[in-house]
T-cell receptor, first 115, second 113 residues
């Protein structure tokens, strides 16, 4: 089983609909992230959380919200989806650096298409 | 602000030829630097990372990268390309003093038979 699991892996939704992407991890990390990948733009940080009570906006948080339900769960919501939110979304976790040197680990991605 | 620049969004090499993917960073302090690989329809997988222990870092699948402070570079190389190396490669830096990571825009490597 994957250490970082994202659901759904693929979703097509209509403009104006609410959509939630879920992420769970079994690595025991406190730090979790949501990134968005667009062709030619690389990965851009949407939100990040360093523990259940600490949530921070990234560089492109407008139109998104997150919830950290537990140490292992971090969900991303699009309250009212729009077509330019069509992208590949990645959840990720990172360790505190003592064991594996601050490596960030990724889920397999969630393809979201807004029509 | 710290940033990462990958030169060349697409690189093509012949099978067996040298692979060189370029990454330059901007950082006022010694950074943590990473290379990730993304195969089609998959997530990002760590290739290697620099954490100040050694300037030449060896990773998986025969890849290595050299940290050059004077050039603010962390280029990725592999002596002999294999067809299975065809993928997109991302350079990343961890912002010092934080646990935020900035990624380059990626380089898509094509290996020609």
């Amino acid at each position: 089983d994957a250490d970082v699991t994202q659901t759904p892996r693929n979703r097509i939704t209509k403009t104006g609909k609410r959509i939630m992407l879920e992420c769970s991890q079994t690595k025991g990390h406190d730090r979790m992230y949501w990134y968005r990948q667009d062709p030619g733009l690389g990965l851009r940080l949407i939100y990040y959380s360093f523990d259940v009570k600490d949530i921070n906006k990234g560089e492109i948080s407008d139109g998104y919200s997150v919830s950290r339900q537990a140490q292992a769960k971090f969900s991303l919501s699009l309250e009212s989806a729009i077509p330019n939110q069509t992208a590949l979304y990645f959840c990720a976790t990172s360790d505190p650096g003592l064991v594996s040197g601050n490596t960030i680990y990724f889920g397999e991605g969630s393809w979201l298409t807004v029509v | 602000a710290q940033s990462v620049t990958q030169l060349g969004s697409h690189v093509s090499v012949s099978e067996g030829a040298l692979v060189l993917l370029r990454c330059n960073y901007s950082s006022s302090v010694p950074p943590y630097l990473f290379w990730y690989v993304q195969y089609p329809n998959q997530g990002l997988q760590l290739l290697l990372k620099y954490t100040s222990a050694a300037t030449l870092v060896k990773g998986i699948n025969g890849f290595e990268a050299e940290f050059k402070k004077s050039e603010t570079s962390f280029h990725l190389t592999k002596p002999s390309a294999h067809m299975s190396d065809a993928a997109e490669y991302f350079c990343a830096v961890r912002i010092s003093g934080t646990y935020k990571y900035i990624f380059g825009t990626g380089t898509r490597l094509k290996v020609l038979a």
